[in-house]
């Protein structure tokens, strides 16, 4: 699926991330069940992955050179 957003419904989903973030991560810590848990994290690290492209690129100029 591909899915274009304008720049403020970008910046509104990864504000919301952000704010779930800390739910799931406490959620996480506090489930004993495996599969519940489980379950969790991979929410949790989907949750990451998508706030980290949602994340607007750094300018060119801070950017560190690769060769």
Do not use: F, G, N, W
């Amino acid at each position: 699926m591909h899915m274009t957003l304008t720049d403020h419904e970008t910046d509104v989903l990864r504000d919301l991330l952000h704010d779930y973030l800390p739910d799931l991560r406490r959620e996480v810590a506090r489930t004993d069940q495996h599969e519940m848990r489980h379950l969790y994290e991979e929410r949790q690290d989907l949750v990451e992955r998508l706030i980290e492209k949602l994340e607007p690129a750094a300018p060119q100029e801070s950017r560190p050179a690769t060769r």
